[in-house]
C-alpha cells in the first residue's frame, strides 16, 4: 500500500473515533522507505492532516562510505 494510502487510511480511522492504531512486523516494512517512513508516524494523529505531499518522502538516505577509519565502498579493498 503506498504511503499516502496508509495516511489516508489512519485519518478514516481517527474520524471514525478509534483511540489508536496497532502495528506488528513492522522489521518487514523498511525494505520499502515511503511506506516504513509513513507507518511510523501514524500514531501523531494531530500531525497527519498537516503533512503535505510535497513533504513527502520524510526521511533521508545518507551514503555510508567508511565506518571507524575503514573504507566500506564497493572499490576499497579494506
Known amino acids: ?3 499516502q494510502a496508509y ?3 489512519a485519518l478514516d480511522c481517527y474520524a471514525s473515533g478509534v483511540d489508536g492504531l496497532a502495528f ?3 522489521n518487514s516494512r523498511y525494505p520499502y522507505l515511503d ?3 509513513m507507518t511510523r508516524r501514524l500514531g501523531h494523529e494531530e500531525a497527519l492532516g498537516e503533512w503535505a505531499a510535497d513533504q513527502w518522502p520524510a526521511y533521508r538516505k545518507i551514503p555510508l562510505h567508511s565506518l571507524g577509519g575503514h573504507h566500506i ?3 576499497s579493498p579494506y
Do not use: F, G, L, Q
Open 35 to 37: 511506506e516504513w517512513s
Open 1 to 3: 500500500m503506498p504511503a
Open 24 to 26: 506488528w512486523d513492522t
Open 7 to 9: 495516511r489516508e487510511r
Open 73 to 75: 565502498d564497493s572499490d
